[in-house]
């Protein structure tokens, strides 16, 4: 699209060894394309756009983009020059418009977009006098996109000769290593889940430190439940799979001819095996957003996946400045977060002063010996129960499976 002024020009480019169009729709705000990644699979709008600098023709846009999402199905994607903030903190030194980013979230909303993380520079656009900065230019993805692409990165690059920050949006996974262990409150009543803590309790550990004597004891049944699980869970996707299997033999079965009482309860007990896998599917969910919905009433899994994709995209760590380079490494990474928090905890003196006792309060014999008595099984069970069961996983339930088994 051609400037109109000093403003307003359009310039969208792909690589058709990756994009093929297959549908442009271009205005003096934004350039619209509709077309499939290649060995994706998948359609894609990507929107690129230059809000107008007056705010009668920004919401106009909004309500034309609203209306073209209704109508274009597929993952869509819009970036560019919104010329809008969201929130206060985007805007330095300049004027906040509250109703302007009222009109902006609104579409937003509406619209079902979602943001990544931003990395590198904190603000996009800078004045030419070095006064006024903003974050102007975003990306907004549908939630289609985030699901697909959760682990993708956003990267505003340093500002050269121009006022605004390029951006960068990858969809390449960095790998940070293993995802951490987490333990399901619905693996409780799973068979063989009480066999596999007793079998990580019953490990021996020869130290006299009562500590190190619960935390071997802790990664023993950590190991103990990894295989477990492991084992467990490809015997339930082999269970599920002659259960649904089962399930269309006799649907079939069924458009022929009524079915004996024999199959009728096969086909009942098979559909109650799905249900069963389906409900704890959506109690893993439901933990993982750490979100209360299922406990009263939503089994939507679908908004599980967007909360749990939100979560990924808002807390990914796309990359640091160190020495005044981008650094996007995750062994680099981890290594300058270990060092960070070396400095934190490193003692910053040798030699403390002495205080004397002379004049400082002092426990009774009775308050003394409070603080070194040992905690009851009855006080331990009621803080454990007193935690809930739809809090985030922890050792809260395996501290329970140990009052059990004692």
């Known amino acids: 699209m051609d400037a109109d002024g000093r403003s307003g020009g359009l310039l969208s480019l792909w690589n058709l060894c990756v994009f093929k169009k297959e549908l442009e729709v271009k205005n003096q705000n934004f350039i619209l394309l509709k077309g499939k990644v290649i060995g994706e699979g998948v359609d894609l709008i990507i929107v690129n756009?230059?809000?107008?600098?007056?705010?009668?023709?920004?919401?106009?846009?909004?309500?034309?983009?609203?209306?073209?999402?209704?109508?274009?199905?597929?993952?869509?994607?819009?970036?560019?020059?919104?010329n809008e903030v969201r929130f206060p903190e985007e805007r330095f030194n300049s004027q906040f418009d509250a109703s302007a980013a009222m009109c902006f979230n609104s579409f937003i909303s509406r619209g079902g977009f979602q943001e990544y993380n931003m990395g590198g520079m904190r603000f996009t656009f800078l004045a030419g006098d070095g006064s006024n900065l903003s974050k102007i230019d975003r990306v907004l993805v549908c939630n289609n996109f985030m699901d697909k692409w959760p682990n993708a990165s956003l990267l505003a690059l340093n500002r050269k000769i121009t006022d605004?920050?390029?951006?960068?949006?990858?969809?390449?996974?960095?790998?940070?290593g293993p995802s951490p262990f987490r333990l399901f409150n619905s693996w409780f009543t799973l068979d063989g889940f009480d066999e596999a803590v007793k079998r990580g309790l019953n490990k021996i550990c020869d130290s006299r430190f009562k500590d190190e004597v619960v935390a071997v004891k802790l990664k023993a049944i950590k190991d103990e439940l990894k295989i477990w699980r492991k084992n467990n869970k490809d015997e339930e996707e082999r269970d599920l799979t002659e259960a649904q299997n089962k399930i269309t033999q006799l649907d079939d079965l069924a458009e022929t001819r009524l079915l004996s009482d024999s199959e009728i309860m096969i086909w009942q007990d098979c559909k109650e095996k799905v249900k069963k896998w389906h409900d704890k599917v959506a109690a893993d969910l439901c933990q993982k957003a750490k979100s209360r919905w299922i406990g009263l009433g939503d089994e939507n899994t679908s908004y599980f996946h967007t909360i749990m994709n939100s979560h990924i995209a808002r807390n990914k760590i796309n990359g640091l400045w160190i020495d005044g380079a981008w650094v996007s490494d995750p062994n680099e990474i981890k290594t300058q977060f270990l060092a960070a928090f070396q400095a934190k905890f490193k003692e910053p003196i040798n030699v403390r002063p002495r205080i004397g006792a002379a004049g400082f309060k002092r426990l009774s014999q009775e308050q003394a010996e409070g603080l070194i008595t040992p905690f009851s099984i009855l006080e331990v069970g009621n803080a454990v129960w007193e935690c809930g069961i739809n809090k985030s996983p922890g050792p809260d339930g395996i501290t329970f499976k140990l009052i059990k088994a004692y």
């Open 49 to 82: 756009i230059y809000g107008s600098t007056l705010k009668t023709n920004r919401r106009r846009m909004w309500e034309e983009l609203l209306e073209a999402k209704n109508m274009i199905n597929g993952h869509w994607i819009m970036l560019g020059d919104f």
């Open 164 to 176: 605004h920050s390029p951006l960068i949006l990858s969809t390449v996974n960095n790998s940070f």
